[in-house]
């Protein structure tokens, strides 16, 4: 073995010192680390299904959303088509309206009376 100088040497042994001490620890202190690994990675596991549930639920509740958004389209859509059959019920009342009062002046006009649409002749002098 070639003589090296004392402060080498020193500083060699006391680094395998260090590393025979942090090998080497009592039964006690490895259980005590053994349960520290273990509570870790219970810690991290739960977390872990934490997040998972949190996304889970985060994906359920854009689910829900998007499911009240095309509800709400479909009663807009329903509710257009309402309005839509409304204002052509209204147009074709009115045009009905429209050809009754046209009917009802045309049979004033030629002198006569309308009951139930059918043009009724009345001579003048029963005016």
């Known amino acids: 073995m070639p003589q090296m100088s004392f402060r080498r ?4 042994c006391s680094v395998l ?6 090998k080497f ?7 005590q680390q053994q349960q520290q690994k273990q509570q870790q990675q219970q810690q991290q596991q739960q977390e872990e299904e934490q ?5 889970e639920k ?12 095309e509800k709400q389209q479909q009663q807009q859509q329903q509710e257009k088509q309402q309005q839509q059959q409304q204002e052509k019920q209204q147009q074709q009342q009115q ?7 046209m009917y009802a002046e045309g ?3 030629r002198g006569g009376c ?3 649409k059918i043009y009724i002749h009345q001579p003048a002098a029963d005016k």
Not at 17 to 22: A, E, S, V
Not at 58 to 69: G, S
Not at 95 to 101: D, H, S
């Open 9 to 12: 040497l020193r500083s060699r």
């Open 17 to 22: 010192h260090c590393n025979t001490i942090t």
């Open 25 to 31: 620890s009592t039964p006690e202190q490895q259980q």
């Open 51 to 55: 997040e998972k549930q949190q996304q």
């Open 58 to 69: 985060q994906q359920q509740q854009q689910e829900r959303q998007q499911q009240q958004q």
């Open 95 to 101: 045009q009905q309206q429209q050809k009754e009062r």
């Open 107 to 109: 049979c004033k006009r």
């Open 114 to 116: 309308c009951c139930n």
